[in-house]
């Protein structure tokens, strides 16, 4: 089945554990990094098995999306429920699940609990439910989503189906939160080792990070992503980059649906070598051959970091990540930490602030979706976009809102006249009819319902440019030929139970935003740790901070690689510290005595030390340390 479906002969690391503990019906949850192939350790057991349900909750609705299209691309039969749709598009999709022969459901938390999914899910077969992003229930992870608290529901009404969490960023505490919320059973916990051994990470600490960011990319052949905070950001270095004769574009949550799959589809066929890009720019990239990544900003924890960096070598073969750390970072991430964390009456009047933006009133908008522009919201409000995003944030995290990703709407078209009257058009305006040819030939039903349809694929079929395609739209519907409406991408507002509530019944927990707080200084504490020591290898300190204790140096970071020059320039330190250490000298002569870097001569005397070859007493002086002693 492997090999007939997906077209491998081999499973990946602990792909197969994870499949074999799924099939005998454990609850398990899979610790496995970006890149590993969560997806086909549920599609896997769901297809071995003659018919049956996999239930598939996940946040990311433009995720859902890609894995439906690329499963009924395989002739498997995949459906998605999720916010951006209508109330008769999600009856249809739940009808095809009880009755139909649909292998897969792709649902949104949010959708769990309304009363249409639990009737029809009480109705349905399933088999296994698999929970991606799984670190979102808990409390302590770094991307808490009140919504995951209602897979529970699904546990009460089928006690019986396994649960598979997935996630590709757990620390041990968050591990067991996942498992405790499930109701794991006799739950199993399979961990991928996070060790990229291909991928060989650095930090460098340079005044000039726009310099050291043209060095990498001029040394390292292949494609590459920078990653920046801001859209200004992407915009500016992609620019720089093409002054300086590289192949680059931006992409960024402000530009349109359209334009972004061009530009990453430029990007993934090789025709753009470099995307500089925000966070809005990953998930579903199957590009193996990133051959470096590169963070211009820091991030705020060690997971986004990893999951970012992670992108790079998935073909296994010799890849780059590379962190920019300039002086003043550290206060500029202070100052960013201090904007995470608006005032109690800040958020509220964020609230405050959506409902009149929605026009949502007081007791309405309970389960309802709304289109959320962001930026024209802080724009009319006259809000810093970092500050409010969080108030938002903090909305989310006591479930009184959930802001879902961007959901695609695309374009939709009605033609008002008869095709009697089109025919005549097509005489009259030459210019119009090679356009009116293809969007027929392309689009049925046109004349009686609006139909969606994609610019894009227009583009492609009639030769012309998008912005070409959009303008004959405009042209049809100014000549009252058409009714056009334009596609748009935006999130979806969505109100908690109870809907819209009167401010003074807002109750932002102190006790939870002190937690939310304290959780998020000790991440910025542990990336910087990461960013600005040299002492441990990258890939090691990486590894620890997701439980791994018994990992091992790469050999191939920055710190690792500074480590064995120090060796090759000085091959006799050892023999020179156990020379001075016979005669009892301090840690400070030892020092004076050798000529080479004094942090290299105090790790060599730890290391020493800790293999018991050396002892240093209490004034710093050295002794060597006898078998028989």
Same mark, same amino acid.
């Given at each position: 089945m492997l090999l007939r479906v997906w077209g491998y002969t081999s499973f990946r690391r602990t792909q197969l554990p994870t499949i074999m503990s799924v099939c005998e019906g454990r609850d398990t949850l899979a610790l496995m990094p970006t890149?590993? =192939?969560?997806?086909l350790i549920y599609q896997v057991p769901t297809l071995a098995r003659e018919d049956g349900l996999c239930i598939i909750v996940t946040p990311l609705i433009s995720l859902m999306k890609d894995q439906v299209d690329k499963l009924r691309r395989k002739h498997i039969s995949a459906v998605a429920i999720h916010s951006g749709m209508t109330p008769r598009q999600i009856d249809i999709a739940l009808d095809n699940c009880v009755y139909g022969d649909t292998r897969f459901l792709y649902v949104s938390p949010e959708r769990i609990s309304t009363e249409i999914f639990k009737a029809r899910f009480e109705r349905m077969k399933p088999t296994l439910i698999a929970v991606d992003e799984a670190h979102c229930i808990s409390q302590w992870g770094y991307d808490f989503r009140p919504s995951y608290l209602r897979i529970a529901t699904l546990r009460?009404?089928? $006690?019986? !189906? $396994? &649960?598979?969490?997935? +996630? /590709?960023s757990a620390t041990d505490r968050v591990a067991e939160d996942i498992m405790k919320r499930l109701e794991f059973k006799n739950g199993c916990i399979i *961990?991928?080792?996070? %060790? *990229? $051994? #291909? &991928?060989?990470?650095?930090?460098r600490r340079v005044e000039n990070k726009n310099e050291q960011m043209l060095r990498v990319i001029n040394n390292v052949p292949g494609t590459g992503i920078?990653? !920046? *905070?801001?859209r200004e950001g992407a915009e500016q270095i992609a620019e720089i980059l093409r002054e300086q004769g590289i192949s680059a574009s931006y992409y960024h949550g402000g530009l349109e649906n359209a334009e972004r799959a061009l530009r990453q589809d430029d990007w993934t066929s090789g025709r753009c070598r470099v995307m500089v890009a925000t966070n809005a720019f990953g998930m579903g990239i199957d590009k193996p051959d990133v051959r470096f990544v590169i963070h211009y900003s820091i991030c705020d924890s060690l997971e986004h970091y990893y999951q970012e960096a992670g992108r790079a070598g998935r073909d296994e073969k010799k890849a780059y990540a590379v962190l920019l750390v300039s002086p003043d970072d550290k206060s500029k991430a202070k100052r960013m930490f201090s904007s995470e964390f608006p005032s109690l009456e800040f958020i509220k009047r964020v609230? @405050?602030? &959506? /409902? #009149?933006?929605?026009?949502?009133?007081? =007791?309405? =908008? @309970?389960?309802i979706s709304y289109d959320f522009n962001i930026y024209e919201f802080y724009k009319r409000n006259r809000m810093f976009v970092g500050t409010a995003m969080n108030a938002i944030d903090i909305l989310r995290m006591n479930g009184y809102l959930t802001l879902t990703d961007e959901s695609e709407h695309p374009s939709r078209i009605m033609f008002t006249i008869s095709r009697d009257e089109l025919y005549k058009l097509r005489v009259e305006r030459g210019d119009l009819d090679h356009f009116i040819r293809t969007l027929l030939r392309m689009y049925d039903g046109v004349f009686t319902e609006f139909r969606s349809v994609s610019e894009s694929a227009l583009a492609t079929a009639t030769g012309y440019s998008i912005d070409r395609v959009r303008e004959l739209? *405009? +042209?049809l519907w100014q000549l009252r030929v058409i009714r056009y409406i334009p596609g748009r991408c935006t999130p979806l507002m969505i109100y908690g139970e109870g809907g819209r509530l009167p401010q003074e019944n807002l109750y932002i927990s102190p006790e939870t935003y002190k937690l939310r707080k304290d959780m998020a200084a000790e991440r910025y504490r542990r990336m910087f740790e990461y960013a600005e020591g040299d002492e441990m290898c990258r890939s090691r300190f990486i590894q620890n901070y997701f439980g791994e204790e018994d990992a091992e140096d790469c050999g191939v970071c920055d710190v690792c690689i500074a480590r064995k020059k120090s060796r090759k320039n000085n091959p006799d330190i050892e023999a020179a510290i156990m020379e001075l250490a016979e005669t009892g000298a301090s840690i400070r002569e030892v020092v004076r005595h050798i000529e080479s870097d004094p942090d290299i001569i /105090? +790790?060599?005397?730890?290391?020493?030390? %800790? @293999? =018991?070859k050396i002892s240093v007493d209490s004034t710093g002086h050295l002794g060597i340390v006898r078998i028989n002693e």
């Amino acid at each position: 089945m492997l090999l007939r479906v997906w077209g491998y002969t081999s499973f990946r690391r602990t792909q197969l554990p994870t499949i074999m503990s799924v099939c005998e019906g454990r609850d398990t949850l899979a610790l496995m990094p970006t890149g590993a =192939g969560k997806s086909l350790i549920y599609q896997v057991p769901t297809l071995a098995r003659e018919d049956g349900l996999c239930i598939i909750v996940t946040p990311l609705i433009s995720l859902m999306k890609d894995q439906v299209d690329k499963l009924r691309r395989k002739h498997i039969s995949a459906v998605a429920i999720h916010s951006g749709m209508t109330p008769r598009q999600i009856d249809i999709a739940l009808d095809n699940c009880v009755y139909g022969d649909t292998r897969f459901l792709y649902v949104s938390p949010e959708r769990i609990s309304t009363e249409i999914f639990k009737a029809r899910f009480e109705r349905m077969k399933p088999t296994l439910i698999a929970v991606d992003e799984a670190h979102c229930i808990s409390q302590w992870g770094y991307d808490f989503r009140p919504s995951y608290l209602r897979i529970a529901t699904l546990r009460k009404l089928a $006690p019986d !189906v $396994p &649960i598979l969490a997935l +996630t /590709a960023s757990a620390t041990d505490r968050v591990a067991e939160d996942i498992m405790k919320r499930l109701e794991f059973k006799n739950g199993c916990i399979i *961990r991928s080792s996070f %060790s *990229r $051994p #291909n &991928i060989s990470f650095s930090v460098r600490r340079v005044e000039n990070k726009n310099e050291q960011m043209l060095r990498v990319i001029n040394n390292v052949p292949g494609t590459g992503i920078v990653y !920046v *905070r801001t859209r200004e950001g992407a915009e500016q270095i992609a620019e720089i980059l093409r002054e300086q004769g590289i192949s680059a574009s931006y992409y960024h949550g402000g530009l349109e649906n359209a334009e972004r799959a061009l530009r990453q589809d430029d990007w993934t066929s090789g025709r753009c070598r470099v995307m500089v890009a925000t966070n809005a720019f990953g998930m579903g990239i199957d590009k193996p051959d990133v051959r470096f990544v590169i963070h211009y900003s820091i991030c705020d924890s060690l997971e986004h970091y990893y999951q970012e960096a992670g992108r790079a070598g998935r073909d296994e073969k010799k890849a780059y990540a590379v962190l920019l750390v300039s002086p003043d970072d550290k206060s500029k991430a202070k100052r960013m930490f201090s904007s995470e964390f608006p005032s109690l009456e800040f958020i509220k009047r964020v609230y @405050e602030a &959506i /409902a #009149n933006y929605l026009q949502v009133a007081v =007791g309405d =908008g @309970e389960g309802i979706s709304y289109d959320f522009n962001i930026y024209e919201f802080y724009k009319r409000n006259r809000m810093f976009v970092g500050t409010a995003m969080n108030a938002i944030d903090i909305l989310r995290m006591n479930g009184y809102l959930t802001l879902t990703d961007e959901s695609e709407h695309p374009s939709r078209i009605m033609f008002t006249i008869s095709r009697d009257e089109l025919y005549k058009l097509r005489v009259e305006r030459g210019d119009l009819d090679h356009f009116i040819r293809t969007l027929l030939r392309m689009y049925d039903g046109v004349f009686t319902e609006f139909r969606s349809v994609s610019e894009s694929a227009l583009a492609t079929a009639t030769g012309y440019s998008i912005d070409r395609v959009r303008e004959l739209f *405009r +042209t049809l519907w100014q000549l009252r030929v058409i009714r056009y409406i334009p596609g748009r991408c935006t999130p979806l507002m969505i109100y908690g139970e109870g809907g819209r509530l009167p401010q003074e019944n807002l109750y932002i927990s102190p006790e939870t935003y002190k937690l939310r707080k304290d959780m998020a200084a000790e991440r910025y504490r542990r990336m910087f740790e990461y960013a600005e020591g040299d002492e441990m290898c990258r890939s090691r300190f990486i590894q620890n901070y997701f439980g791994e204790e018994d990992a091992e140096d790469c050999g191939v970071c920055d710190v690792c690689i500074a480590r064995k020059k120090s060796r090759k320039n000085n091959p006799d330190i050892e023999a020179a510290i156990m020379e001075l250490a016979e005669t009892g000298a301090s840690i400070r002569e030892v020092v004076r005595h050798i000529e080479s870097d004094p942090d290299i001569i /105090a +790790t060599q005397i730890d290391k020493m030390q %800790s @293999e =018991g070859k050396i002892s240093v007493d209490s004034t710093g002086h050295l002794g060597i340390v006898r078998i028989n002693e």
